[in-house]
C-alpha cells in the first residue's frame, strides 16, 4: 500500500474541502445570529475549521508527494475509504464549536450522515438552528451524493494521478466501459447534469412559494436522496402539494443511474428508457405505491382517496430511494406496510445513482437466478444462461452480488444485534441499522419520521456510523482497510 500516495490525495481532497467551507462562512455573515454561550459563532466554527482544513491538507500534498505513478485497486479502495472519514471529521467541527451538537460523538454522527447522504439526524430542535449550519447540513448531502472523489476527477489528471480507479471504487457508475475515454470530461458532464437537476428544483420550489434559502437546501437534499431538511416537520413542514410533487420527481430522478443520466444529455433517451434496471426500478415503485395506497385506504376513517395517495406515493418515493424526507409518520401506519418500508430500506434503488442500500440491479440478478433454477429442475438438460435484459450475467459477477448480498445481511444482523445488546428496542434495532447502512434517514420506533437517533446509546452510536460509511462505500471498501493483505507490499 503506497501511504504517501493516499496521504497526498487526502491533501488534495481537504483543501477543496476547505474551499466548500467559504459558502456557510457566507450564509452566516448574511444571516448573523449571536453564538450560545460557550461557545463559538457560526462565523469563527467555520472559519476556524476552514483554516485548520486548508493547513493540513496543504502540509499532507506538499510533504507526501505522490510523484506520477498510478494508483492500483487497492489504493484507490484506501482513498476512497479515508476520504470520506478525514472530512467527515472535519465537517463535524462546525456542529460541535457552534454547541450544536455538543457531544463530539453527536458531530460527527450528523457529519456521516451528511456526507453519506443517510439523512439520520440527532438533532431535535432544526428549526432553531443558524441558517449557516442549516446550509451546512443541506451542503454536504450534495457533495456526498455526487461524491468528492468524482468532483476530484475533473482536476487530478493535471496533477499527474491517475481517476479511473477513484471512480471505479466510488461507485461512480457501473458502466465504466460506456462512458467517455477521458474519465475527467466524463466527471465534468456528470456534474453538470447534477447541477442542472440541482437548478431545475430550485426554480420549481420557488414557484411553490418557498424561499431561496430553503428551496436550495431541499434541491440539495433531494437529488442527492439526503434527506436533510431545515425544519423539524421536514416536507410536512410547507403543506403543500406541489412541493411534495416536486420533491417527489426529483427524488425519483436522484435514484436512477448517473450512465442513464449522461446518455440522456447525450439523446440516447431510447436507449436509456430500454434499461431493466430502470424498468423495473419504474414498475417495482408503481406496483408499491398501489399497494401502499390500497392498504392505507383499507385502514382509513375519513381520509379521502387523494389524500392517502398523495402519502403513499412521498413516502414510497422517498424510501425507496433513500433520500428520507417525510410528509407523514409512517410508523403509525398497519404492520404490514411498516415492514414493507424496512423492505425498501434494504433494497434502494438503482446502482451507479445517489442512492444507498443492496440495489435493483442485484435484486433483478438474485431472482433471475431463482428463475433460472426452477427451469432448471423442469429442464434439467437444458443450458439456460442467465440474462438481465440483453446481457448476459458472467459466474463472476453472479459470485460478486452473492457475495455482497450475504456480506450486507451479515453487517445488518450483527449491528442490529450489537445494538439489541446495548439495551436498544429489537424495532428501532433493526430499523434503525436497516436506515443508515442503506442510507435512508429515518426508521421506526423512537428514529422514526417523528424521532431522531439521539436516543441511540454512545456505542450504539459508533455502530451506526460505521454503518453509514459501509453502505455509502458498499461495505468492500470499508472491509478492506482492515485485512492485513491489502497493506502489504
Known amino acids: 500500500m503506497n501511504v504517501k500516495a493516499i496521504l497526498n490525495v487526502i491533501g488534495i481532497l481537504l483543501v477543496l474541502f476547505s474551499g466548500l467551507l467559504l459558502l456557510p462562512i457566507g450564509i452566516a455573515l448574511y444571516y448573523h445570529r449571536p453564538a450560545q454561550a460557550h461557545y463559538l459563532n457560526e462565523i469563527d466554527a467555520f472559519s476556524l475549521t476552514f483554516s485548520i482544513s486548508c493547513f493540513l491538507g496543504l502540509c499532507f500534498w506538499r510533504f507526501f508527494p505522490s510523484g506520477i505513478e498510478k494508483l492500483r485497486d487497492r489504493e484507490g479502495f484506501a482513498i ?50 443558524p441558517r449557516g449550519i442549516l446550509f451546512w447540513r443541506s451542503l454536504m448531502h450534495w457533495v456526498g451524493g455526487m461524491g468528492i472523489i468524482m468532483l476530484s476527477l475533473a482536476i487530478f489528471p493535471m496533477m499527474g494521478i491517475s481517476g479511473f480507479h477513484l471512480f471505479k471504487e466510488s461507485g461512480g457508475a457501473t458502466s465504466v466501459e460506456r462512458m467517455q475515454p477521458r474519465l475527467a470530461e466524463t466527471a465534468k458532464t456528470l456534474w453538470k447534469a447534477y447541477v442542472v437537476l440541482t437548478l431545475l428544483e430550485v426554480v420549481f420550489l420557488r414557484f411553490g412559494g418557498m424561499s431561496y434559502f430553503d428551496a436550495i437546501c431541499h434541491a440539495f437534499g433531494t437529488v442527492s436522496t439526503g434527506g ?49 434496471e ?10 408499491i405505491v398501489a399497494l401502499t395506497t390500497w392498504v392505507l385506504w383499507l385502514h382509513s376513517d375519513n381520509s379521502s382517496l387523494a389524500a392517502v395517495f398523495r402519502k403513499a406515493v412521498f413516502t414510497v418515493v422517498s424510501i425507496q430511494s433513500t433520500t428520507g424526507f417525510v410528509t407523514d409518520d409512517f410508523n403509525r401506519w398497519p404492520d404490514s406496510l411498516r415492514i414493507l418500508m424496512v423492505v425498501l430500506m434494504i433494497m434502494g434503488a438503482c446502482t451507479g445513482s445517489t442512492c444507498g442500500a443492496l440495489k435493483i440491479f442485484r435484486i433483478q440478478i438474485l431472482l433471475k437466478n431463482v428463475l433460472r433454477e426452477l427451469q432448471k429442475l423442469a429442464r434439467p438438460r437444458a443450458v439456460i444462461p442467465l440474462r438481465v435484459g440483453a446481457k448476459t450475467v458472467e459466474p463472476e459477477m453472479l459470485s460478486n452480488v452473492f457475495g455482497f448480498v450475504g456480506l450486507y445481511l451479515a453487517v445488518l444482523v450483527a449491528s442490529a444485534l450489537f445494538l439489541i445488546f446495548l439495551g436498544v428496542e429489537p424495532e428501532v434495532a433493526i430499523s434503525g441499522t436497516a436506515a443508515t447502512l442503506g442510507g ?30 459501509m453502505g455509502r462505500l458498499e461495505i468492500y471498501g470499508v472491509v478492506l482497510l482492515f485485512l492485513p493483505m491489502a497493506w502489504k507490499k
Open 278 to 287: 430502470l424498468q423495473f426500478y419504474v414498475y417495482w415503485t408503481a406496483s
Open 440 to 469: 435512508v434517514g429515518p426508521g421506526l420506533g423512537a428514529v422514526g419520521a417523528a424521532g431522531d437517533f439521539s436516543g441511540i446509546p454512545f456505542l450504539g452510536k459508533w455502530a451506526l456510523i460505521l454503518c453509514m460509511l
Open 80 to 129: 476512497v475509504a479515508f476520504s470520506w472519514i478525514v472530512i467527515s471529521l472535519f465537517g463535524a467541527l462546525p456542529f460541535y464549536l457552534t454547541g450544536a451538537c455538543p457531544w463530539f460523538v453527536d458531530a460527527f454522527f450528523e457529519s456521516v450522515s451528511g456526507f453519506t447522504t443517510t439523512g439520520a439526524s440527532v438533532l431535535k430542535n432544526i428549526d432553531s438552528l
Open 228 to 276: 436533510f431538511s431545515t425544519h423539524q416537520d421536514s416536507v410536512n413542514f410547507f403543506k403543500s402539494a406541489y412541493i411534495e410533487g416536486v420533491i417527489i420527481v426529483f427524488m425519483f430522478l436522484g435514484g436512477i443511474n448517473f450512465a442513464l443520466h449522461y446518455q440522456m444529455l447525450r439523446g440516447d433517451f431510447k436507449i436509456s428508457l430500454k434499461n431493466p
